[in-house]
């Protein structure tokens, strides 16, 4: 497992009507990726936006487009985000019966396939995928919205993921989402998250940089 942070600032916490600058302004700070939360008003209760506002956010961005699909359809929907320009599609576990087939289509489109779990899905309910995916994303509030509280629990299921994927002989990413802070970020980087999701600690800043920084600063410190 690799020691290094990196940081997916969430726009979802960004003024939507000044995106590009906000997108700038992390990419020159360091940002490592873009992240994006797809809502569909089903899946989650929230709508934000979906392909053609990736579109034209990937003329413009430098950095890699980790886009975070929180949708009922995603098996049938995947190539809409793909051929939109995402380099990384997250599915959740819980909207994908099809799950196999759709990490599978995102890999061979030339993208990362990740899987993601909600708070309330144990671990174990990918371990069938976790060998096909780049990244495992997981969830440290209940999808929907930005600037929620932190999820305890999370960390131990950060750590519990890191054990099977020793196990397994396998090493993908592991990133976090929702609710991280100064304070909670080195709760999931000391038991393994390597990508952390960050919203309203970023963007809700008065200096989203510095702020995005010092997350980075924080949660690599924790890391033994
Ligand atoms: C929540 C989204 C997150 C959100 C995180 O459903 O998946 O990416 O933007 O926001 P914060 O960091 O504010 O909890
Ligand atoms: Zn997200």
């Not at 929230?46 to 886009?67: E, F, Q, W, Y």
Request: hydrophobic letters at 50%; proline letters at 6%.
């Amino acid at each position: 497992m690799s020691d290094r942070i990196l940081m997916a600032p969430s726009i979802l916490s960004a003024d939507f009507t000044r995106l590009a600058e906000a997108i700038e302004l992390v990419e020159a700070g360091g940002a490592d990726y873009i992240h994006i939360d797809v809502m569909d008003g089903h899946f989650v209760p929230n709508l934000t936006i979906g392909p053609p506002v990736i579109k034209s956010i990937k003329r413009i961005a430098t950095k890699p487009l980790d886009v975070h699909l929180m949708i009922d359809n995603a098996d049938s929907t995947i190539d809409w985000y793909l051929d939109a320009g995402a380099d990384s599609v997250t599915v959740h576990v819980e909207s994908c019966p099809h799950l196999h087939r759709t990490l599978m289509r995102i890999r061979e489109a030339g993208a990362s396939p990740a899987v993601c779990v909600n708070p309330a899905t144990p671990v174990d309910a990918i371990i069938e995928v976790l060998g096909m995916v780049d990244m495992v994303l997981i969830m440290s509030v209940n999808p929907g919205f930005g600037g929620q509280a932190f999820i305890g629990r999370a960390a131990e299921k950060v750590s519990e993921l890191a054990w099977m994927c020793g196990e397994l002989g396998i090493d993908p990413l592991i990133q976090i989402d929702g609710g991280i802070t100064l304070e909670t970020a080195p709760l999931v980087s000391a038991e393994g998250a390597r990508v952390l999701v960050a919203g309203n600690a970023v963007f809700g800043q008065s200096d989203p940089v510095a702020a995005m920084q010092a997350i980075r600063v924080a949660a690599q410190a924790a890391i033994v």
